[in-house]
């Protein structure tokens, strides 16, 4: 764009010096196209300036970009690691229940084997009992027959 700014303010300046009768005129055009130089020279210096900036913004972008494309792949491979884990945990909580409801399956059948047990050891208190009544019933007829 500088270039064709140049050139064809060249041949501006060509037209305007081969074109012109006066040397007052030439002056005249020469000063004129030197300040439409200068300002386009101006101008390219402000559109270079521009260009820069916006490669600096476009750079700029495009890292954050890269940025944001890493960070959702760290989130997403987190995302993954936790529907694992999340997994992996309710399987652990099936097990879990399963053992428990094997644990009060044997706690039942403890509590009933107690029960038995106790039942068991009062009818056993229950004979002694009555064992020792009828040794000392039997004690107290072999007395008598050895008083007699």
Request: hydrophobic share 45%; proline share 0%; glycine share 2%.
């Amino acid at each position: 764009m500088k270039r064709m700014v140049l050139i064809g303010m060249a041949l501006f300046l060509a037209f305007m010096l081969f074109g012109c009768a006066t040397t007052k005129e030439v002056r005249d055009a020469q000063s004129k196209a030197d300040t439409a130089m200068k300002a386009a020279q101006e101008a390219s210096k402000k559109a270079d300036a521009a260009f820069s900036k916006a490669e600096g913004v476009e750079k700029r972008a495009q890292e954050a970009a890269i940025r944001s494309e890493n960070s959702a792949k760290k989130a997403e491979s987190s995302a993954e690691k936790a529907e694992s884990a999340a997994m992996r945990a309710n399987a652990a909580a099936s097990k879990a229940e399963a053992a428990a409801s094997k644990a009060e399956s044997a706690v039942s059948k403890a509590e009933g084997a107690a029960s038995r047990a106790q039942a068991a050891a009062e009818r056993a208190e229950l004979a002694a009992k009555k064992a020792e009544q009828a040794a000392q019933k039997s004690e107290v007829i072999f007395e008598k027959k050895l008083k007699k």
